[in-house]
């Protein structure tokens, strides 16, 4: 069974640097974006942006409480 995102962390410029998840475990950006694809966190997936850069983002689902920036710090 996949891991949901349950809460991040952020730096001073408001960038999500880790994510804690379901389990507990705490994992750094690039780590959960290779679990995304790797289809180890659910609902979230990686999309490449305007900058070049692949980036998270929650599936698309109209709640906005669950998209990673509304997610509580921890």
Known sequence: MAETVTAVRKNNEGDIVELQLSSGQV???????????????EHVNV???????????SDADGIEQNNLD?????
Request: proline share 3%; hydrophobic share 30%; net charge neutral.
């Open 27 to 41: 994992v750094d950006y690039k780590q959960a974006q290779q679990m995304a694809k790797n289809g180890e966190i």
């Open 47 to 57: 999309f490449r942006g305007r900058d070049g850069e692949e980036h998270l983002r």
């Open 70 to 74: 509304n997610l509580p710090s921890f």
